[in-house]
């Protein structure tokens, strides 16, 4: 889910940056540094909404760098695990399928698909319901919930489930 | 665990590790209990927290710890939203729901249409996607009205992140809440009525939406 987060950093500026525009050339340098990384604690960061404060610079012995610490609010997205989420289907296949919710993917094993699902190849791989009442498909929209994260360096990586009560397909693109 | 010559071990609770057969009499009190790393290092792993010793079935599963990747869901145990455990982690930031989000990215594309002199800086895709994801999501036309009724239910109890995930569900019914949000049943019967008053009032606020099956 997203999160509204004040978070602080120390950002080193070159003094080609110096002069009038210091605090625009630093609060650029810290949209293009931070906004679209993930970290482990907080998630992704989606965007910076304001600078609440920047400290006193500090130079660099032995550079002419100097840092900053910046104080600013940002939105988030990190996933928990127990979270319900709607997902839209990117790609479906015997092992289960992945699913995307914001900048998250999300996988669902076919362990963790209703029983009375089986899969169905073919040019537009499914899981289907035995009456055909219910398919899973490439843009298909699922209510799921999340079961565990797992972080790396750029990106969160989830595993879900549909298999409880009050999940599984919300929007049928073919309907 | 493996080790080489320089004593490197490889993390405990990978998604690639070995089984824990041999570990699970030391873990069988927590389950296979793995945090997230705070400090955002390498060594990020793969959360199969079982409650934080919550669960007084977690002897027995210590057992079938080592059965529990990808199978843990198959537990019975009724865990709670990892969000309430990690408040601490949080503490300082605050929950939004889906339509809120959906309300400040966008008002941060406004302005960066405007402010787009500095042609070095584009948004990420992440951001794309979230805003995309946030509005497709945003199923209420009057956020803070939401907002209000939901907070009620704090002084019973329920948590900001409870708040948000019943939020973005848009339930019909008290008991999808409780299966959905299962850290919320031990207080079911506290929370039912002001639930459904809640849920009576936000409904008309939802969106009409014409593509749902």
Same mark, same amino acid.
């Given at each position: 889910? *997203? &999160?509204?987060?004040?978070?602080?950093?120390?950002?080193?500026?070159?003094?080609?940056?110096?002069?009038?525009?210091?605090?625009?050339?630093? /609060? #650029?340098?810290?949209?293009?540094?931070?906004?679209?990384?993930?970290?482990?604690?907080?998630? &992704?960061?989606?965007?910076?909404?304001?600078?609440?404060?920047?400290?006193?610079?500090?130079?660099?012995?032995?550079?002419? *760098?100097?840092?900053?610490?910046?104080?600013?609010?940002?939105? /988030? *997205?990190?996933?928990?695990?127990?979270?319900?989420?709607?997902?839209?289907?990117?790609?479906?296949?015997?092992?289960?399928?992945?699913?995307?919710?914001?900048?998250?993917?999300? *996988?669902?094993?076919?362990?963790?698909? #209703?029983?009375?699902?089986?899969?169905? #190849?073919?040019?537009?791989?499914?899981?289907?319901?035995?009456?055909? #009442?219910?398919?899973?498909?490439?843009?298909?929209?699922?209510?799921?919930?999340?079961?565990?994260?797992?972080?790396?360096?750029?990106?969160?990586?989830?595993?879900?489930?549909?298999?409880?009560? &009050?999940?599984? /397909?919300?929007?049928?693109?073919?309907? | 665990?493996?080790?080489? =010559? $320089?004593?490197?071990?490889?993390?405990?609770?990978?998604?690639?590790?070995?089984?824990? $057969?041999?570990?699970?009499?030391?873990?069988?009190?927590?389950?296979?209990?793995?945090?997230?790393?705070?400090?955002?290092?390498?060594?990020?792993?793969?959360?199969?927290?079982?409650?934080?010793?919550?669960?007084?079935?977690?002897?027995?599963?210590?057992?079938?710890?080592?059965?529990?990747?990808?199978?843990?869901?198959?537990? $019975?145990?009724?865990?709670?939203?990892?969000?309430?455990?990690?408040?601490?982690?949080?503490?300082?930031?605050?929950? !939004?729901?889906?339509?809120?989000?959906?309300?400040?990215?966008?008002?941060?594309?406004?302005?960066?249409?405007?402010?787009?002199?500095?042609?070095?800086?584009?948004?990420?895709?992440?951001?794309?996607?979230?805003?995309?994801?946030?509005?497709?999501?945003?199923?209420?036309?009057?956020?803070?009205? @939401?907002?209000?009724?939901?907070?009620?239910?704090?002084?019973? =109890?329920?948590?900001?992140?409870?708040?948000?995930?019943?939020?973005?569900?848009?339930?019909?019914?008290?008991?999808? @809440?409780?299966?959905?949000?299962?850290? !919320?049943?031990?207080?079911?019967?506290?929370?039912?009525?002001?639930?459904?008053?809640?849920?009576?009032?936000?409904?008309?606020?939802?969106?009409?939406?014409?593509?749902?099956?």
């Amino acid at each position: 889910m *997203f &999160f509204h987060i004040v978070l602080e950093r120390n950002m080193q500026l070159h003094p080609r940056y110096f002069g009038r525009n210091l605090r625009d050339n630093l /609060v #650029s340098k810290l949209m293009k540094d931070v906004e679209g990384t993930c970290s482990g604690k907080h998630g &992704f960061v989606v965007a910076i909404t304001g600078i609440e404060n920047v400290g006193k610079g500090l130079i660099r012995d032995g550079t002419g *760098f100097v840092t900053f610490p910046v104080k600013y609010q940002c939105v /988030v *997205f990190r996933p928990f695990k127990g979270e319900i989420l709607e997902a839209v289907v990117t790609m479906v296949n015997k092992m289960g399928f992945f699913a995307e919710a914001g900048p998250v993917q999300i *996988f669902v094993s076919n362990h963790l698909i #209703s029983d009375d699902m089986e899969f169905q #190849s073919g040019d537009m791989p499914n899981y289907t319901t035995f009456d055909g #009442s219910i398919k899973i498909q490439k843009d298909s929209e699922v209510r799921l919930k999340i079961i565990g994260t797992r972080v790396d360096a750029t990106e969160i990586f989830c595993i879900g489930t549909i298999k409880d009560d &009050f999940l599984g /397909v919300i929007n049928d693109p073919t309907a | 665990m493996e080790k080489n =010559g $320089k004593g490197f071990s490889m993390p405990k609770s990978s998604l690639k590790s070995t089984p824990s $057969k041999d570990d699970s009499s030391q873990k069988s009190k927590e389950g296979r209990k793995v945090q997230f790393n705070n400090g955002g290092s390498p060594e990020e792993r793969f959360d199969y927290s079982k409650s934080n010793g919550k669960s007084s079935s977690s002897a027995d599963k210590g057992g079938r710890g080592s059965t529990a990747n990808g199978k843990a869901s198959k537990s $019975k145990e009724k865990e709670p939203l990892e969000l309430r455990l990690n408040q601490e982690l949080l503490k300082n930031a605050k929950c !939004l729901m889906d339509c809120e989000a959906a309300e400040i990215i966008q008002g941060i594309q406004d302005q960066m249409t405007l402010l787009s002199q500095d042609a070095t800086i584009k948004l990420p895709v992440s951001f794309h996607k979230g805003l995309q994801y946030s509005q497709a999501n945003a199923r209420y036309t009057n956020t803070h009205s @939401v907002r209000r009724v939901l907070d009620t239910l704090k002084k019973h =109890g329920v948590v900001e992140g409870e708040i948000s995930v019943i939020a973005n569900a848009c339930p019909e019914s008290t008991e999808e @809440v409780f299966a959905l949000v299962p850290s !919320l049943k031990s207080k079911k019967s506290i929370l039912q009525e002001p639930l459904e008053v809640a849920l009576m009032v936000i409904k008309p606020l939802r969106k009409v939406d014409s593509t749902s099956v």
